[in-house]
């Protein structure tokens, strides 16, 4: 790893997440870490190594496997001055931990009127070939709670900056990482002070003829998707909300209001999802502009296989993104 | 001594144990050649563990196994062709090789399924044994979970209701030492057989390299359990030869302990009872078996695409 003159690296995702955590720990000795294999392996998949050997068994406990329980040990742990950050393996997993987040950490400020500075982080999608039990796609469910925010990072930057804006935010926080991202690169600041603000968007590539909003994996295949388009003389902006809840309806609105066409990929499944939410508030808000009907791009609804190649047939890919743009603007 | 009704004759129990052993040695070269599509949980070591419990089943009875289950699925008899081309990806395995390891079942075996969530078959063993009580069946349900998933909610929620409406379950702890790349001191407090005791029901410790001693103490719980005596917590005490997954370079191992447990090994044991020409015989006959599995699922087209669910 070089720095630059400007302090800016080229992270793995891991990494980021990993330098969040450091930095985080380092700066406020109540931030504590909790999980299964999180000290002594440094992680199931090496994400938290070396914070054990740093900051010491008594900040960085290994858990046996209680997912109901990690999620309260930080619940508790951050109404008498804590501020835990836990981790629950895999998405899928937190459906253990269901009571905990939602009944009791979701509510915690509406009961008692105080803050509750809980960070649970966790790894979703299909990244890694694990089967209908480890690669599910939960983020609207958890969206759909008052009193949660909800952090999808899709890069380097964003896992870095969102994770510390997390652990640094009064109330509960559930930071999803993408479990197919985790060695992806993107330039990241090393400085201490950065942040990735919670609730904002990113315009990760600016056009005037449509508006892709994506989510995960899916930001990668879109800007490919938008580059490949622009080749064919279509502009394409693609915005990552980063924030799932509260979703940043401002920039989403704005970008759709100009461009009149929308398309949201995911990779979670169409019903009820993040894409069903931002088509809804397409047609709310920017009716008037719409000049073709919004594009829900989402996994099949159908369980996640296990062969790489059922996975992909089930995700969209660059063409299907392109597909959908030349469907929506007609060129 | 062991009592010699209570397991198979000796070419039988050979023959089961190294189906066991050589199945997942098998996979796993097949899955060094990038043809098992997934995560590869093994359970080398704890073979005696399936076979032994299995020998005090009968078919109608049912287990519940875990996302390291190959050996309990052989034992209770599942079709090892199609356990074979599930593993690998193939149209003929049990899900149509969409799946994979942690999602095999056969419930016309009794094998109500493997599971990739820790504990995950705890509940559904005690419904199972629920729905055997209510039908007057005197069958048992068996659930096999690893020590790190008494560390779960389901746990105490299962032994609770088992034990308060007297069902016809054995709790099999397959105690292989470790939770992925922890040894069980981090996850397991005091000792697992005991914790039956305060639910009011025995709780037994075996040793997991006598699949004699195996075999006797589930013959025993689940007379139990057919009597309508309620259920019985088997510790069975076994070590996890293989990584946590295929690839897992286990450096968190103590080698000392492995190679102990590799001095005992139940599969050699149970080979050394036969004379040579018997254990060749065997040998030759799941070297056989295995290598034709592998021929069928290989020539089977991949999962396909438009049979997702
Ligand atoms: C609910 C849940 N939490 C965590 C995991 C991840 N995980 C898979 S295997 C494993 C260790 C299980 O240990 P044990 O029950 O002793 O079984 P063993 O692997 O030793 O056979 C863990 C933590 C999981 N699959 N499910
Ligand atoms: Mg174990």
Sequence with gaps: ?331 | MPDDDRTPPPADLYRQLLLCRRFEEVVAEQYREGRVPGPLHLALGQEATAVGVCAALRRTDVITSTHRGHHHCLAKGADVDRMMAELLGRRTGYSGGRNGSMHIADPDVGLLGTNGIVGGGLPIATGAAFGLQVQGRDDVAVCFFGEGATATGNFGEALNIAALWALPIVFVCENNRFAELTPSSTHVAGEVWQRAEAYGFPGVRVDGSDVHAVADATHDAVARARAGDGPTLVEVMTYRLSGHYVGDPATYRDEAEAQAWRDRDAVARARAALTGTEAAAVDDEIEELLATAVDRALAAPTADPEELG
């Excluded at chain 1, 003159?5 to 380092?26: P, T």
């Excluded at chain 1, 392996?41 to 997912?67: H, K, M, Q, W």
Aim: aromatic residues 6%; charged residues 25%; glycine residues 8%.
């Design chain 1, 1 to 331: 790893m070089t720095t630059t003159v400007d302090g800016v690296r080229s992270l793995k995702y891991w990494q980021g997440v990993n330098q969040a955590l450091h930095q985080e720990m380092d700066r406020d000795e109540r931030v504590v870490l909790v999980g299964e294999d999180v000290g002594g392996p440094g992680g199931p998949y090496g994400v938290t190594r070396n914070l054990r050997a740093t900051f010491g068994p008594n900040r960085v406990r290994d858990t046996p496997i209680s997912e109901s329980t990690i999620a309260g040990l930080g619940i508790g742990a951050a109404a008498v001055g804590l501020r835990p950050v836990v981790e629950l393996m895999f998405f899928d997993f937190c459906m253990l931990a269901m009571d905990q987040i939602v009944n009791q950490a979701a509510k915690y400020r509406y009961f008692t009127g105080r803050s509750l500075p809980l960070t649970i982080r966790t790894m979703s999608g299909s990244g890694g070939s694990y089967g209908a039990q480890h690669c599910q796609s939960f983020e609207a469910w958890f969206a759909a709670v008052p009193g949660l925010t909800v952090v999808m990072p899709s890069n380097a930057r964003d896992a870095k900056g969102l994770l510390k804006s997390a652990i640094r935010s009064d109330d509960p926080t559930l930071v999803i990482e993408t479990f197919g991202l985790l060695t992806a690169r993107r330039d990241t600041p090393v400085d201490e002070d950065f942040l990735v603000p919670l609730g904002v968007a990113e315009t990760r590539r600016s056009g005037d003829d449509v508006t892709v909003v994506a989510t995960g994996r899916m930001v990668d295949r879109s800007l490919e998707a938008a580059e490949r388009a622009a080749a064919g003389g279509v502009s394409v902006e693609v915005i990552d909300p980063r924030t799932i809840a509260p979703l940043d309806r401002t920039a989403i609105v704005e970008s759709v209001s100009r461009t009149g066409r929308l398309v949201v990929v995911q990779e979670a499944s169409a019903p009820f999802s993040l894409a069903a939410e931002v088509c809804a508030l397409a047609a709310e808000e920017c009716f008037d502009r719409l000049r073709a009907a919004p594009v829900r791009l989402c996994a099949d609804f159908v369980n996640v296989p296990t062969p790489q190649d059922l996975i992909e047939a089930r995700v969209p890919g660059v063409d299907d993104i392109l597909a959908a743009v030349t469907r929506v603007t007609g060129r």
